[in-house]
């Protein structure tokens, strides 16, 4: 198949060539005399043999100008010669990571190779082109092997390499994504990599996997009017548990029994500062995770020396450290957010909640991606038109366009030396001379 | 007017025609008819003068020099002879050179001009060898250039130095200087006959029956004998509107025609009293002036 990626360029080349044919069927040639003293003895005869004559080198030296100028205009225009299929082939990205559902997964990827040709690309953290049986062969190891979470920039980048090598033999070249999409599997780059892919994305949403949970749960002994307590029940829904361990959050220091109950595996419990209602909030500053900061005013209270740091405060202290607690952990908090205003409630405090209620030793947000931002991963980029996108990386390594060029030279070398040599002045005037 | 003393003079030297002179040196260039210059040169006079060289014997009359008397003759026959002798005088040569634009082609290699040059300059130095006067009349559009005959030394080099200065261009008339006072007995007319050669010839004729020496020299260029064969259209450098296809179909009949009307040219200046050569310019100068002394 033959496609030109300025296409723009052979149009004009095609309105001058028109030009060029125009002019030469208007223009009336006036032969440029040789001067010669004794001209007056040569015969006035009507010079039909010479109109003629010269007709015939006319039209040839019309046909080079055409033929070079179109050689010329197909080379800027930047053609390739492509053999393709009228069939379509599918690239799927399938998350192979720690939160991805093996059963929901393969479902998917097997739906779509049945459809069309297909190239599987897995990932996680890194991502690799299996075929289907050695797919299958991962996704039987148990989801706890499974320990890095999928990224999809990663992703991204290796399956729109990967797209846009195959669409000049295909027809139509999708591609798709299987995996649940958290928020913490994208990042920051992930956007700018789907611009790369000029055509709509498919996302096939699977449920995230069961990580070993028996029943995902938020336990908040947090009164409604406490400003925690408003911030987790907005945060963490009840209704929507995926991708979130089992929670208690607690003010003040945890009993024995909450520790008793935080020591089984994926729970995590959490500790705020005890309320007092005589105090008041004696912290302008921000609070940092890696997930994002809030501003606000907070009440600062001490944190254990010891644990992982999971927060900073602006300054550099730690806000709340991680400590493990059997085969779960607890947190503990060195910060309140005021119940005055509504930091609280914002979409930072949100996060912060959500970081806080990550399952043990992760600070991924396993939260869904929101259908926005969603809708914002799938639409195509504005302003690339899928043939001349593709068409100019493929051009990009086209020998075509030299050989073109140099073509187009040789037909304008060709046409000056039939236009230079003696006997080729243009033709008379039609009717003969004086 | 521009005159060759006041003229700036172009650049023109006598050393591109170093060669050609040492050719010609030695060579004579006598006339065709008796000389009737009172000064003695190299030239038969028509007068009869006292020299040694017995030329005729004539009966004596009165008034007569005695001392011309043969004597012995008188003894002998009882009759009074006087003793003739040939006299001989030089012959003014002046050079009438056609600068009209027609002279200028072709443009490239050795042009009808350049011939004109190395012809008259050659001619001049042979003439001027011999002892006779030398000058030249260039008619050009801005005036004319002219070098009265002289004989002194550096007229060669000044003639040169006259022609230098000129570039054909135009269409001047030669026939309006025939019918001058020129102070020459010998015309020397150089050019392509393309102008006013009939008015150049009556003129020519004129000079002949007064008595006096005209030679003709018809210069042509190679290409004028052979142009090219390729097809194309060919113009008069002196007229914008002769314009003509010189193609295959054609180019036989130029040559049909040039070649008649050379034939004719040569006949009716023979016929007039002239001598006439015909130069081609890419020539070699020193063959053409061996050509041109033999007329």
């Known amino acids: 198949m033959f496609t030109l990626a300025v296409p723009g360029f052979f149009v004009a080349t095609l309105v001058a060539a028109a030009v060029v044919v125009g002019l030469h069927l208007l223009a009336r040639h006036e032969r440029r005399a040789e001067p010669l003293p004794t001209a007056r003895f040569v015969p006035n005869d009507m010079a039909s043999s010479v109109v003629r004559i010269d007709r015939l080198r006319d039209l040839a030296l019309l046909l080079l100008r055409i033929a070079a100028l179109l050689l010329i205009g197909l080379a800027t225009a930047r053609p390739t010669w492509v053999r393709r299929t009228t069939e379509t082939m599918r690239v799927i990205l399938v998350d192979r990571g720690a939160l991805a559902s093996s059963n929901a997964a393969m479902d998917s990827v097997l739906a779509l190779t049945r459809e069309a040709q297909s190239s599987i690309i897995a990932f996680d953290s890194v991502p690799r082109i299996v075929t289907l049986a050695a797919l299958g062969q991962e996704f039987r190891d148990p989801p706890a092997s499974r320990a890095v979470d999928g990224a999809i920039s990663a992703a991204l980048v290796a399956g729109v390499r990967e797209a846009l090598a195959l669409l000049p033999r295909y027809a139509r070249v999708e591609l798709h994504i299987v995996s649940p999409v958290t928020r913490g599997a994208g990042d920051a780059a992930t956007l700018a990599i789907r611009r790369q892919w000029p055509d709509s994305l498919f996302v096939h949403r699977t ?85 994002g900061a809030m501003v606000g005013f907070f009440t600062r209270s001490r944190t254990p020396e010891s644990g992982e740091a999971i927060a900073w405060w602006s300054d550099g202290e730690v806000a709340a450290r991680e400590l493990p607690n059997g085969d779960g952990c607890i947190r503990m908090v060195g910060f309140s957010p005021s119940a005055m205003g509504d930091g609280a409630l914002s979409p930072g405090m949100q996060r912060m909640m959500r970081r806080l209620a990550a399952r ?51 037909m304008l070398l060709a046409e000056w030396y039939l236009r230079a040599r003696p006997e080729n002045a243009p033709g008379l005037p039609v009717g003969g001379v004086r | 007017m521009p005159n060759a003393h006041d003229a700036p003079g172009g650049p023109m030297t006598l050393a591109p025609y170093g060669a ?151 269409s001047p008339m030669l026939a309006p200087i025939l019918g001058r006072n020129l102070r020459a007995r010998r015309i020397a007319i150089i050019s392509d006959f393309l102008g006013d050669e009939a008015a150049i010839r009556r003129g020519a004729q004129t000079l002949v029956s007064q008595g006096g020496d005209v030679c003709a020299i018809h210069v042509v260029a190679r290409e004028e004998l052979q142009p090219a064969t390729s097809t194309g259209m060919i113009v008069d450098p002196e007229r914008a509107d002769l314009r003509r296809p010189l193609t295959p179909g054609t180019r036989a009949g130029y040559l049909a025609h040039f070649a008649a009307w050379r034939e004719e040219l040569a006949r009716a200046w023979r016929l007039c009293g002239a001598a006439f050569t015909e130069v081609v310019a890419d020539e070699d100068p020193a063959r053409a002036v061996r050509r041109i002394l033999a007329a």
């Open chain 2, 20 to 170: 050609l002179l040492d050719t010609v040196r030695g060579l004579t260039w006598p006339s065709r008819r008796r000389a009737s210059g009172v000064l003695p040169g190299a030239h038969e006079s028509r007068r009869r003068g006292t020299s040694p060289e017995l030329s005729e014997y004539r009966a004596y009359r009165q008034g007569d020099d005695p001392k011309q008397l043969d004597w012995k003759l008188l003894a002998r026959t009882d009759r009074a002879f006087i003793r003739l002798a040939e006299e001989r005088s030089i012959l003014s040569t002046l050079f009438l050179l056609d600068a009209s634009a027609s002279m200028a082609f072709p443009a490239r290699g050795t042009s009808k001009w350049d011939a004109t040059c190395a012809l008259a300059i050659s001619l001049s130095a042979v003439a001027h060898g011999d002892g006779d006067p030398v000058g030249l009349v260039v008619p050009t559009e801005r005036g004319e250039v002219e070098i009265s005959p002289r004989t002194r030394r550096g007229t060669v080099h000044e003639l040169a130095r006259a022609l230098g200065s000129v570039t054909p261009h135009g």
């Open chain 1, 207 to 291: 449920s995230p996997a069961d990580v070993g949970m028996s029943s995902p749960s938020v336990d908040l002994e947090i009164d409604v009017d406490d400003p925690i307590g408003a911030a987790a029940r907005l945060a963490l829904p009840l209704g929507n548990t995926s991708g979130i361990a089992s929670v208690r959050m607690r003010r003040g220091l945890p009993s024995s029994a909450d520790s008793a109950w935080g020591r089984t595996s994926g729970r995590v419990l959490v500790s705020w500062p005890a309320r007092d209602s005589s105090s008041t909030p004696d912290t302008l500053a921000a609070v940092a995770t890696t997930q």
């Open chain 1, 360 to 410: 043990c030793g992760s600070d991924v947000d396993t939260s869904l991606l929101p259908s926005h931002e969603l809708a914002a991963l799938v639409a195509p980029p504005a302003g690339i038109t899928p043939p001349a996108a593709v068409a100019r990386r493929a051009a990009a390594r086209s020998w075509l366009s030299v050989w073109l060029l140099v073509a187009g030279l040789l």
